[in-house]
């Protein structure tokens, strides 16, 4: 009878988690493009926009935000697939630190509050909405929370969390580890954006340098893809 082989050299089954990434980030600025000013005026309300200029924007822009919501609902599905590939290989690589579970949290919750902040924002498409001043406010107020910090918090969650782990197991080069932790910080500290809206700006600081640690940490890690486990040691060939 044929004795199982232990130790056998393994190969990482999953996809690539950089073109993973492109494909979110992709979705993502197409989502973007209805809502800003390359789609036609008026643009997307930042918090500090009074009532009127909200009414005025989804009153006459319910094409373009029903677009948005749509791309930035989808672009959730390759977050998460991002997230559990990027822990998934991590952990066959011999990772046994707490930053992998750190980084699932991270990357799960930022994808259920794209879900949820597309949700609101396909709401406020609805004839009628856009004229109920007060319901359009709150509508807006839950739908920017979800996605503007409850995104940069969370996925400073899911940087640092690989960032760290990666880098204490030397599986990513160090710019790539240093780009994520200075991306970590930046999504930790918007969330005080909550009590001071001048602290606006380190959300696009999280998202826009995050896209780029996404893509070079996925096709990175994945160039890992072949690996010979033997015991606790992992020797990539």
Same mark, same amino acid.
């Given at each position: 009878? @044929?004795? %199982?082989?232990?130790?056998? %050299?393994?190969?990482?089954?999953?996809?690539?988690?950089?073109?993973?990434?492109?494909?979110? *980030?992709? /979705?993502?600025?197409? !989502?973007?493009?209805?809502?800003?000013?390359?789609? $036609?005026?008026?643009?997307?309300?930042? %918090?500090?926009?009074?009532?009127?200029?909200?009414? &005025?924007?989804?009153?006459?822009?319910? $094409?373009? @935000?029903?677009?948005?919501?749509?791309?930035?609902?989808?672009?959730? +599905?390759?977050?998460?697939?991002?997230?559990?590939?990027? *822990?998934?290989? #991590?952990?066959?690589?011999?990772?046994?630190?707490?930053?992998?579970?750190?980084?699932?949290?991270?990357?799960?919750?930022?994808?259920?509050?794209?879900?949820?902040?597309?949700?609101?924002? =396909? &709401?406020?498409?609805?004839?009628?909405?856009?004229?109920?001043?007060?319901?359009?406010?709150? #509508?807006?107020?839950?739908?920017?929370?979800?996605?503007?910090?409850?995104?940069? +918090?969370?996925?400073?969650?899911?940087?640092?969390? *690989?960032?760290?782990? &990666?880098? #204490?197991?030397? #599986? /990513?080069?160090?710019?790539? +580890?240093?780009?994520? /932790?200075?991306?970590?910080?930046? !999504?930790?500290?918007? =969330?005080?954006?909550?009590?001071? *809206?001048? /602290?606006?700006?380190?959300?696009?600081? @999280?998202?826009?340098? !995050?896209?780029? =640690?996404?893509?070079?940490?996925?096709?990175?890690?994945?160039?890992?893809?072949?690996?010979?486990?033997?015991?606790?040691?992992?020797?990539?060939?």
């Amino acid at each position: 009878m @044929t004795k %199982p082989v232990l130790n056998a %050299p393994a190969r990482f089954r999953g996809p690539n988690s950089g073109i993973v990434a492109t494909v979110f *980030v992709v /979705l993502f600025f197409a !989502g973007l493009m209805p809502v800003t000013a390359l789609g $036609g005026m008026p643009y997307f309300p930042g %918090p500090t926009a009074s009532a009127n200029e909200m009414v &005025a924007f989804f009153s006459q822009r319910q $094409g373009g @935000t029903l677009l948005c919501a749509f791309l930035q609902f989808g672009s959730a +599905v390759p977050l998460g697939i991002f997230t559990m590939s990027m *822990v998934s290989r #991590l952990k066959f690589l011999g990772v046994r630190a707490a930053g992998a579970d750190m980084a699932l949290f991270g990357g799960l919750a930022t994808a259920m509050g794209l879900v949820i902040s597309s949700c609101f924002l =396909w &709401a406020m498409t609805y004839p009628g909405i856009p004229q109920d001043v007060n319901l359009l406010h709150a #509508l807006y107020r839950v739908s920017f929370g979800l996605g503007g910090p409850g995104y940069s +918090v969370f996925f400073g969650i899911l940087a640092a969390g *690989v960032s760290v782990t &990666a880098g #204490l197991y030397k #599986l /990513l080069p160090k710019w790539i +580890v240093i780009l994520g /932790l200075v991306v970590a910080a930046a !999504g930790e500290l918007s =969330w005080f954006e909550i009590l001071n *809206v001048k /602290l606006l700006p380190l959300i696009p600081l @999280t998202r826009f340098p !995050g896209f780029v =640690w996404m893509i070079a940490a996925g096709f990175s890690l994945s160039k890992l893809r072949n690996t010979e486990v033997a015991g606790d040691h992992v020797h990539s060939r």
